[in-house]
């Protein structure tokens, strides 16, 4: 059975360095055996099929090849559309009445658990705020996520510690189910 899965590439095309160009990673990702391969923007999301492995080895596998062909590592996490769609639905603000710049999710390699996050005082970074989700966490941040404060708390080293954390605004989010639905 050939399953449909987002790769999100953690941290490339940022800044001017870790360049990984949308063609040749597409090029890539199909020499690996992977079907109906697109890439969106190029922040490091791409589409694809495949009917061997699970989200592990697959992330596992698009890790080790971006490696051997750019020479540099990159964090992958690899869901399918199913888990995509859930997350959206998921969404604990308004994200219909919400700009997308306000609103972001950032993806988790693996569970984690409210005691992660427990010392952020909440109410210090009103009114913008996180929610968890499955392996996954959810941030309302109206200015953006450039003048968010709560964004750089959540981003710090020990928060994420022990898992790959990338983050995407709701316009991607949205994208990604669309692009993985059978």
């Given at each position: 059975?050939t399953t ?56 596992a ?5 971006v490696?051997?062909?750019f ?12 888990y995509?769609?859930?997350i ?19 993806y ?26 499955d ?33 995407r ?14």
């Amino acid at each position: 059975m050939t399953t449909t899965y987002a790769a999100l590439l953690r941290g490339i095309n940022v800044g001017g360095s870790r360049k990984v160009p949308m063609a040749a990673l597409l090029a890539l990702m199909e020499g690996l055996g992977y079907t109906a391969v697109r890439t969106y923007l190029q922040s490091g999301q791409a589409v694809f099929a495949s009917g061997h492995g699970d989200e592990e080895s697959l992330a596992a596998e698009i890790t080790h090849a971006v490696e051997r062909h750019f020479g540099f590592g990159v964090d992958v996490i690899v869901r399918d559309h199913a888990y995509l769609k859930a997350i959206a639905d998921a969404c604990p603000f308004p994200a219909a009445d919400l700009e997308p710049k306000q609103l972001h999710v950032t993806y988790f390699s693996a569970p984690v658990t409210p005691e992660r996050f427990a010392e952020i005082d909440q109410a210090a970074y009103l009114p913008e705020e996180f929610r968890l989700g499955d392996r996954a966490l959810y941030l309302y941040a109206p200015n953006g996520l450039g003048r968010s404060k709560l964004a750089e708390h959540l981003s710090k080293p020990r928060l994420t510690k022990g898992v790959i954390a990338t983050t995407r605004n709701w316009n991607t989010v949205v994208k990604l189910v669309e692009m993985t639905e059978a």
